[in-house]
Each structure stands twice: as structure tokens, then as C-alpha cells.
């Protein structure tokens, strides 16, 4: 199985195809929204951070063998990973985090959040959204039954100087879509590999041929401004509205110098660009970086590939080293720029792995299959106390045993900390009001 597809048979590049439903409209909002003002300004907390940079690991990762290692559990439990020691006497993670390790101290790790949702397209929405599917739903499932973190902070907190305040880098993940926020609030998708040598985002630069005064007149380049590559919510209520809020973004995008500068990453020093990692992963991650420096709130890097069914330890042994060093770059680079007091990083998929290793789906490598009861989530920025470990998994890593989370307790906790109330309310187009977290705690540990 290629390693950018998970075990339903969805790459990345699919998600480019598949847009969640956006509903469009007015209704009643604008008199709810109007009488809920006052509210919202008294319940808004104090945000410690400006921006959100979101590592999504799509298919699942194994805490095993990345940050919650057993190596007092039975051989078929333990893997053939050693543990490490990290720079928090006691804790370990697995033999090739080491940069990680070594880093603990700048960051904090969850091992405690569960949850009963084990197929990729339930679990995806659940992490995602904070809100569990309203209905049972395939594993191959892209489904919305409410915004994502993404689109929440981008109505939000819009970004300025024509930059979009959602991006997703190299697509968007199945639940990472506005639902009924509609589609101004949908990721701008950013394809292209920033590690190639050519790299060029196609809607930031003007096609052939056309000028600055001829871009102006907006009827006279129509055509040509919607022949651009761009994403399009094909679930959208209205694909023509939602094609002109597409086509404005084109345009400013266009006319932005921030925009510009923030996706000229040959800017960067060599020596930055090969401490992220000379491929697509780091370059992204770098690219993340250069786009919350320009103002952009929120970005999701979707990292796919993590549904190891099978040939877990080898797939493993040479992923592993190079997405240690890009994400311990991203942490340290922030840190050295003075911005990761006001940029959060996270990285999780939508839950862990089996605790005993499997050979099942008629595969002949062992891997670990789906296990929604025991996940590790890297949580840094935004005022974290480094060197916070949360919640324990018991002895073989069936469950999480202490301090148990919720997925909702992790979306409290990252909207809190972007100063946007996770209690707020918001309603659809026909003026139906929905809690953007049902359970708006935020994990008191990370604050």
C-alpha cells in the first residue's frame, strides 16, 4: 500500500476531490449573531496564541512507537523498538525520537485522550471538529457534521494583508472543511511541494499574459482568474457563491505582498531549509512557519500515510528519523524567533494502534491495527508548560488510565488558548444555534 493512502484505500490527493458540505446563506443568523455580540465579548478568553500550526498524521499513528513507549510489556506488545530516556527524568519515547526526546523540555505530551469512534472517517471528524459523527459512518467516510478547528478560527480570527486564514498544505483533510460556515471558510489548499525546485503556488502569481490593468477590470479576466487551480467545495449549497468567494481570494492573494514574501521560501537560509529536512514533510512544516509569520491563523500540514496494517517496524525505521528532525526544527526554530509563545503545535491523527501486534488482513509483515482507546497528542506554544507529560496508558497500552481526555477537552483547549470561547454558539443559515464544543473544558494541564 503506498505510503500516502490508509487502509480505505484514500490518498491525500483525493481530498482534493472530495469537499464537505458548506451551507450558504443568511436566514436568521444575522439577528442571532447581532443579539450574541455583548455575550461574546464578556466570555472571550484571553488568548495566548496568534496562530495554530496543525500536523495532522491522517491514518492513525502508533503511540508505541512514537511517544508512549512499553518496554516492561510482553514482546508482542513492546515491539522492536527500544525506549529512550527524554529530558523528563522518567519519561521515555521510542528509539528514533530522538531529537524529540531530548526537546521534551519545550513542549508537552497527552497520553490520555480516548474515544470510541476506531475507523478513520468517524475518528478523523471526531478529532477534528471536537464533535463525535451524528450518525455511524464508514471508514472511507468524508463526512462534516460540524466546522472544523481550522474554519472556527478562521471565521474567527481573520488573517490581513489579503492573505486567507486557513490554509492546507498539500490538501485538506476529510473533516477539515466549514460545514455550515460556508465556504469562505474553507482551507485555501496549497498542492505544490514546497522542496521542489520550482516550487509556485499557482494562485499567488498572475497567469501568462495577463496584466496588472487588465486584472483589474474583474469582468474583462473572469475566465481567466477561474481556470485557476484552486479548491472548490463541491458540496457547497451554492457552488456559484461559492466560486466567487474562491475567485476574490485569487485575487487578493494576487495583489498581496505578504503573500507573496510568505510563499517565496528560497528566501530561507540553506542551512534552515536542510535543518526542516530536504523533503516534502519538512519543507511544509517550513512553509507553515513562513505562513503564521505573515499572519495566517491557522494551518494544517496533512501528513498522510500513518495506517500501518502491516510492515509497521520497517515503514517505521525510515520515516521516523527524518519526521523527528522536521518537527523538532519547527519547534526550535519558533522558539529562536520568539514565536512560540504565540504559535501553538500539535500533531496527532485520529487514534492510536493496537496494543498487541497483528498480522491480520491477510498481511505477512506485522503491523497494528485501529485502536481508539489510547492516543498520544504533542501539544507546544501558546504558553505550554514544557516538560508537561498528561494522563498515563496501563502497562501494555490498552487504554488510557489516568487524567482520561476527550476529544472535546483537546479542542476546548486549543480554541481557549487562540482566545475564542469554546462555549460560544453559532448557528447555520436557518438559525439553528450549535455548541462549538460540547464539552468546553479545556485540559487545566496545558494552560
Not at 184 to 191: G, L
Request: charged share 20%; aromatic share 8%; glycine share 12%.
Amino acid at each position: 500500500m503506498p505510503t500516502n493512502t490508509n487502509c480505505a484505500g484514500f490518498s491525500r490527493r483525493d481530498s482534493l476531490q472530495l469537499g464537505l458540505g458548506a451551507l450558504l446563506g443568511g436566514g436568521l443568523l444575522t439577528a442571532f449573531r447581532a443579539r450574541g455580540f455583548a455575550a461574546e465579548a464578556v466570555n472571550a478568553p484571553a488568548a495566548r496564541a496568534k496562530s495554530c500550526i496543525l500536523i495532522w498524521m491522517d491514518g492513525g499513528p502508533t503511540h508505541f512507537e512514537t511517544f508512549d513507549p512499553k518496554p516492561d510489556a510482553p514482546e508482542e506488545y513492546r515491539g522492536e523498538f527500544k525506549a529512550i530516556p527524554t529530558a523528563v527524568p522518567g519519561v521515555h519515547f521510542s528509539e528514533h525520537m530522538t531529537r524529540l526526546a531530548k526537546g521534551l523540555s519545550k513542549f508537552a505530551m497527552i497520553r490520555s485522550i480516548r474515544h470510541e469512534q476506531g475507523n478513520h472517517g468517524a475518528g478523523n471528524h471526531y478529532m477534528m471538529t471536537g464533535a463525535p459523527p451524528r450518525i455511524p459512518v464508514g471508514c472511507g467516510a468524508f463526512v462534516s457534521f460540524h466546522p472544523s478547528m481550522g474554519s472556527v478560527v478562521a471565521h474567527e480570527k481573520p488573517a490581513s494583508g489579503g492573505l486567507p486564514a486557513y490554509f492546507s498544505l498539500p490538501s485538506m483533510t476529510r473533516s477539515g472543511g466549514p460545514n455550515f460556515l460556508g465556504a469562505k471558510y474553507a482551507p485555501f489548499v496549497v498542492a505544490e511541494d514546497p522542496s521542489g525546485r520550482n516550487f509556485k503556488v499557482r494562485d499567488v502569481a498572475l497567469p501568462e499574459g495577463l496584466t496588472g490593468e487588465r486584472f483589474d477590470d474583474r469582468t474583462g479576466v473572469r475566465s481567466d482568474v477561474d481556470s485557476l487551480k484552486r479548491f472548490m467545495d463541491k458540496a457547497a449549497g451554492d457552488p456559484a457563491l461559492a466560486l466567487d468567494e474562491h475567485y476574490k481570494q485569487a485575487y487578493d492573494l494576487m495583489n498581496s505582498k505578504p503573500a507573496q514574501a510568505a510563499f517565496d521560501i528560497a528566501r530561507e537560509p540553506t542551512k534552515v531549509r536542510d535543518t526542516y529536512g530536504r523533503n516534502g514533510f519538512g519543507q511544509r512544516l517550513l512553509l507553515a512557519r513562513r505562513l503564521v509569520e505573515a499572519g495566517v491563523p491557522f494551518v494544517t500540514v496533512n501528513d498522510g500515510g500513518w495506517d500501518h496494517h502491516s510492515d509497521l517496524f520497517g515503514a517505521l525505521r525510515k520515516r521516523l528519523p527524518s519526521w523527528d528532525q522536521s518537527v523538532s526544527a519547527l519547534i526550535t526554530d519558533l522558539e529562536e524567533r520568539g514565536m512560540l509563545d504565540s504559535t501553538l503545535v500539535i500533531a496527532l491523527g485520529e487514534f492510536g494502534r493496537t496494543p498487541k501486534i497483528s498480522t491480520l488482513q491477510g498481511q505477512t509483515k506485522p503491523g497494528r491495527d485501529h485502536w481508539a482507546n489510547a492516543m498520544s497528542v504533542l501539544f507546544a506554544g501558546g504558553g505550554t508548560p514544557g516538560g508537561t507529560v498528561v494522563g498515563a496508558t496501563d502497562r501494555k497500552g490498552f487504554a488510557a488510565v489516568e487524567r482520561v481526555l476527550a476529544p472535546e477537552n483537546f479542542v476546548s483547549t486549543v480554541y481557549t488558548k487562540l482566545g475564542i470561547d469554546p462555549n460560544k454558539i453559532l448557528y447555520n443559515p436557518n438559525g439553528r444555534p450549535a455548541h462549538l464544543v460540547s464539552d468546553p473544558t479545556p485540559i487545566k494541564e496545558l494552560m
